[in-house]
């Protein structure tokens, strides 16, 4: 299975500022996927991200809120624009394992809004 | 969309008790995986399991299909064993995983 890594593992930010989470893979993948998880809640997918294409975005997401680079086949950024405490929620990345299907999925960022 | 129930959403047990914990889903899947989601927010794979039975150690799932069901049993639960566990599909034509709604299990010493 891929070994996934974020950063920031957590962060307090003011509302109306920007963060953007890192993830890195440890081996070459073709789709990247972008989670957010808010307070007791389950996880609800935010965008697909392919290398050398425009991010693939959920309804209820959108671009300008949530920018997605995938500049080669191992890393990602997912940036939270414009907070607002509404934004504080554990974000994650995943990948598909070696089984297609099979995702595997990062740490998690764990982002307060206040 | 498909619909990914999961039951109870909340158990709680001493120590050493057997539980059960089901995930109902209303379409076609593709896959279905198990993850434990423990106190610091990382969610663990514990089965990929889209028909059939697995076991590893104190737990096994089980998942029919056919009737759109899936089972995780925990066996003899230890404090480790708290967090909460989602099911999660792949939907047949849909690239892309949908979770449950969650059982938060709590394991009292």
């Known amino acids: 299975s891929a070994v996934i890594s974020q950063k920031p593992s957590r962060d307090i930010c003011q509302r109306g500022t920007s963060l953007t989470i890192q993830c890195q893979v440890d081996s070459q993948v073709t789709m990247m996927f972008w989670y957010r998880q808010q307070p007791g809640q389950s996880l609800t997918l935010i965008a697909t991200?392919?290398?050398?294409?425009?991010?693939?975005?959920e309804s209820g997401f959108v671009i300008d809120k949530f920018p997605i680079s995938r500049p080669n086949l191992t890393f990602s950024t997912l940036t939270v624009s414009n907070m607002s405490p509404e934004d504080s929620s554990i974000y994650l990345c995943?990948?598909?394992?070696?089984?297609?299907?099979?995702?595997?999925f990062g740490p998690g960022t764990r982002l307060t809004v206040t | 969309g498909i619909q990914v129930e999961q039951s109870p959403p909340d158990l709680i047990l001493q120590e050493g008790a057997n539980s059960t914990l089901r995930c109902n889903f209303s379409?076609?899947?593709?896959?279905l995986q198990w993850f434990h989601q423990n106190p610091w927010g990382q969610l663990i794979n514990l089965f990929y399991?889209?028909?059939g039975t697995k076991q590893n150690g104190r737990l096994s799932a089980t998942t029919v299909a056919t009737e759109r069901y899936s089972l995780l049993y925990i066996s003899s639960s230890q404090t480790t064993d708290s967090g909460v566990y989602f099911c999660?599909?792949?939907?047949?034509?849909?690239?892309?995983?949908?979770f449950g709604t969650g059982t938060r299990l709590t394991i009292i010493p």
């Open positions: 991200a392919n290398q050398g294409s425009e991010a693939t975005y």
């Open positions: 379409d076609s899947v593709n896959n």
């Open positions: 995943s990948v598909e394992g070696p089984v297609r299907y099979e995702q595997y």
């Open positions: 999660a599909v792949y939907v047949v034509g849909n690239e892309k995983l949908t």
């Open positions: 399991i889209p028909s």
